[in-house]
């Protein structure tokens, strides 16, 4: 059982930026971040292939997040840029040691953190 632990999040105006970071207390193949907006259902935002190095990400949030790895910490960090006040939600990340997955799918993964909130107002 690997466990995730998501930081970082917080009230940002719009046009400005924050970092996630997930922690995982494992090695996992695939990491995803997913969010959660009020009212809507949980969509997925990007995810990594920790080996690799690839990226994936939302046509909602491309060229505006950037996910990136820490190999020696098993953290996952989620860059995000000229935030938007549609960005509001609580984001998930997420995790699992399958060997392939389709990275847009949340059945795919076995492993979620508890969440963190991000407020995007002015």
């Known amino acids: 059982q690997v466990q995730l632990v998501e930081s970082g999040g917080g009230l940002v105006q719009p046009g400005g930026s924050l970092r996630l970071s997930c922690r995982a207390s494992?090695?996992?193949?695939?990491m995803g971040w997913f969010r959660q907006a009020p009212g809507k259902e949980r969509e997925f935002v990007g995810a990594?292939?920790?080996?690799?190095?690839?990226?994936f990400y939302s046509d909602s949030v491309k060229g505006r997040f950037t996910i990136s790895r820490d190999n020696a910490d098993n953290t996952v960090y989620v860059q995000m840029n000229s935030l938007k006040p549609e960005d509001t939600a609580i984001y998930y990340c997420?995790?699992?040691?399958?060997?392939?997955?389709?990275?847009?799918?949340?059945?795919?993964?076995?492993?979620w953190g508890q969440g963190t909130q991000v407020t995007v107002s002015s």
């Open positions: 494992g090695r996992t193949n695939f």
């Open positions: 997420a995790g699992t040691v399958r060997r392939s997955i389709v990275y847009t799918m949340m059945r795919h993964y076995d492993y």
């Open positions: 990594i292939n920790w080996g690799t190095g690839y990226t």
